[in-house]
């Protein structure tokens, strides 16, 4: 099993940033593929970003791509996620996920239901 727990959400105005952090225990990180999902009031959750264990193989929603950035460290059991010019449409709660099967060649998970641990989330809110 793996804990995770994030951190950095707030409110912010559009077109600023917010940095998010992830941080892991319980397993070695390192060997997890993880990502960020994230789900708005009323919606489904959603995905973000993934990134496999050695950070090698990123994937993003076109939704997010050149806006915001995925980087894990895991000599420290950290994943973040920086975002830049945000969006109204960017507010959710946002979701740290760690996969216990290995993403597939040249793909990453982008269901949720392929993630099999979660952190408790943490709200990001951009006011316009």
């Known amino acids: 099993q793996v804990q995770l727990v994030e951190s950095g959400g707030g409110l912010v105005q559009a077109g600023g940033s917010l940095r998010l952090s992830c941080a892991a225990s319980?397993?070695?990180?390192?060997?997890?593929?993880m990502g960020w999902l994230r789900q708005a009031p009323g919606k489904d959750r959603d995905f973000v970003v993934a990134?496999?264990?050695?950070?090698?193989?990123?994937g993003y929603a076109d939704s997010v791509k050149g806006r915001f950035t995925i980087s894990r460290d895991n000599a420290q059991n950290m994943m973040y996620l920086q975002m830049i010019s945000l969006k109204r449409e960017d507010t959710a709660v946002y979701y740290c996920?760690?996969?216990?099967?290995?993403?597939?060649?040249?793909?990453?998970?982008?269901?949720?239901?392929?993630?099999?641990?979660w952190g408790q989330g943490t709200q990001v809110t951009v006011s316009s």
């Open positions: 990134i496999s264990c050695s950070g090698g193989r990123i």
């Open positions: 319980g397993r070695i990180v390192s060997g997890l593929d």
């Open positions: 996920a760690a996969a216990l099967g290995t993403f597939p060649p040249g793909s990453y998970y982008t269901d949720r239901h392929q993630y099999d641990n």
